[in-house]
């Protein structure tokens, strides 16, 4: 998570596609080497669904963590570790890329 | 916190809030085949002008992918005739995949070019590629297959597989002219890296569904296995009886006149020319949907309701198959039904046969019983494992 800033923007890879289906997000790898197996897809629970439709290569992660702190009446602690720790599991699984980064 | 879960979709459910409204789509690109085997119910030839005529083109392909999609499908079964026979094949799994549904290929491997199988590599498919095998010799596939140079085209297009790493799984169709290729077919398959079990056969095959010529019919009559011959040769396989009495005791009961009892309509099928089945092997026109004219959520919706009010009308189903606790082990069915006899509701006798054949295999029914004349079949399928069931 080291290299992980707040400033730094993301948007979802194009190696991936995210489908809502009955209110779950599934995330469904595009390219070799995302699942591993075939039969295996992506599910993000509540908390990744909210930081997951704000990565939208506009919102700094720092931003992100702004928004869902206000509209969930959350520490903003806790919710920028959640978004820093999510961002860290989507990038190691190729799901994300930094835009423009420095 | 554990954001994010790698699920296997057929082992662990995906959906909390119940279940989309159409939950897979299996599409028949083409009837076509570049193979003209003798048992088969789809194969017209490579160049039908009447069926490349019909068959849907590129974009109304996507829109019926989109539309599946957009009702939650998550996974599509490209199968034919020779699905590879369309020159937009790739277009139309690159489609797919980039709509976010997972691809299930059914093939003879005959056409599978490097540049599918680097396609496959780059964008991988999701499922295991599924292929049918006809023999394991020219003599033998050419032969079953009527297409000379088919074995060595398959066995060209497997290596392609193989060298890109395409996890791919094998399936044999067991034909007179191939039947002693099975133990070199079985060895064989055992090298494949993705086979998790030894490979499954057809045999029991069905009539063709859409009307055609007598002598096409006659063709697959002959290519029956005979019943107490095919069970001979799957029940000799380590587990299967163990494996069927589990089955039995689990699904097969009486259903009484209902017709449907499967999962038709959860799914579905498209057929080369744009008309939704509830499954891909009921070509009865009176349950099919033109999606030129309507759209997938409205045969989707409309079909499955009314498949479950279907009731038999025809006194040999309602004297026999509705009260044959063989129900379930039964391949008859009304897709069956209807390719046989142009009916839903009429025993396939040829599948009674089988399903028989099969119960007194693992000691359900003596020699000259009928299964739907049995009043003790739940004490039977209770004492299947006490081989006191007779």
Redesign the interface.
């Known amino acids: 998570m080291s290299n992980i800033h707040l400033e730094s923007v993301y948007v979802p890879s194009d190696e991936v ?3 809502v ?4 997000l ?7 080497g995302i ?1 591993d ?9 509540e ?2 669904k909210a ?1 997951w439709y704000r990565l939208d290569g506009h919102l700094s992660l720092g931003q992100i963590a702004d928004v869902l702190a206000e509209e969930y009446d959350a520490p903003r602690d806790e919710i920028e570790c ?1 978004v820093l ?2 961002t860290a ?2 990038l190691r ?1 190729r799901m994300l890329i930094e835009v423009n980064p420095v | ?10 082992n662990q459910p ?7 409204v159409l939950q897979y789509l299996d599409i028949e690109l083409t009837e076509r085949c570049n193979n003209a085997c003798k048992h088969c119910f789809i194969n017209l030839p490579i160049h039908d002008q009447n069926a490349l005529a019909k068959e849907l083109n590129t974009a109304d392909w996507q829109d019926i992918l989109r539309q599946a ?1 957009d009702l ?1 499908a ?1 996974s599509v079964k490209f199968t034919g005739g020779e699905p590879l026979l369309r020159d937009d094949f790739a277009e139309l799994y690159l489609y797919a ?6 691809v299930k290929l059914f093939t003879n491997a005959r056409l599978i070019t490097n540049g599918l199988a680097e396609m496959f ?8 590629i599924e292929i049918t095998v006809y023999g394991m010799h020219p003599e033998t596939y050419d032969v079953a297959a009527c297409a000379p140079g088919g074995y060595v085209e398959f066995r060209r297009g497997v290596e392609r597989l193989l060298e890109e790493g395409i ?1 791919f799984i094998v399936k044999g169709a067991l034909l007179p002219d191939n039947m002693d290729d099975r133990e070199e077919f079985e060895e064989w398959a055992k090298t494949i890296p993705w086979m998790e079990n030894r490979p499954s056969y057809v045999m029991f095959f069905y009539q063709r569904g859409r009307p055609c010529n007598l002598a096409l019919r006659q063709k697959i009559d002959h290519a029956r296995i005979n019943p107490e011959k095919g069970v001979a040769l799957i029940s000799s396989r380590p587990d299967y009886r163990d494996e069927m009495k589990q089955f039995c005791q689990q699904f097969t009961h009486p259903s009484g006149a209902q017709l449907f009892n499967c999962g038709a309509g959860i799914g579905g099928g498209i057929d080369a020319y744009g008309f939704y089945q509830p499954c891909l092997m009921l070509r009865d026109p009176n349950l099919t949907t033109n999606l030129k004219t309507t759209s997938l959520r409205e045969a989707v919706l409309n079909t499955r309701p009314n498949l479950l009010k279907m009731t038999a009308s025809r006194p040999d189903f309602l004297e026999r198959c509705a009260h044959c606790f063989l129900r379930g082990l039964c391949e008859s069915c009304p897709a069956a039904s209807y390719a046989e006899h142009g009916c839903l509701d009429q025993p396939v006798e040829y599948l009674c046969q089988v399903a028989h054949a099969k119960a007194r295999d693992i000691g359900l029914l003596d020699e000259k019983e009928k299964a739907w004349e049995v009043q003790d079949w739940k004490e039977r399928l209770e004492n299947l494992n006490t081989k006191e069931s007779l």
């Open positions: 596609v995210a489908r289906i009955m209110d779950e599934i995330i469904v790898p595009l390219a070799a699942g197996m075939e039969d295996e897809l992506y599910t993000l629970n908390t990744g930081i959640d720790g999510l599991e989507l699984r | 916190m554990t954001y994010i879960t790698l699920r296997n979709r057929y995906l959906f909390t809030k119940g279940a989309p999609a939650g998550l995949r980039r709509l976010g549904m997972t590599s780059r964008i991988p498919p999701l499922e295991k996890p």
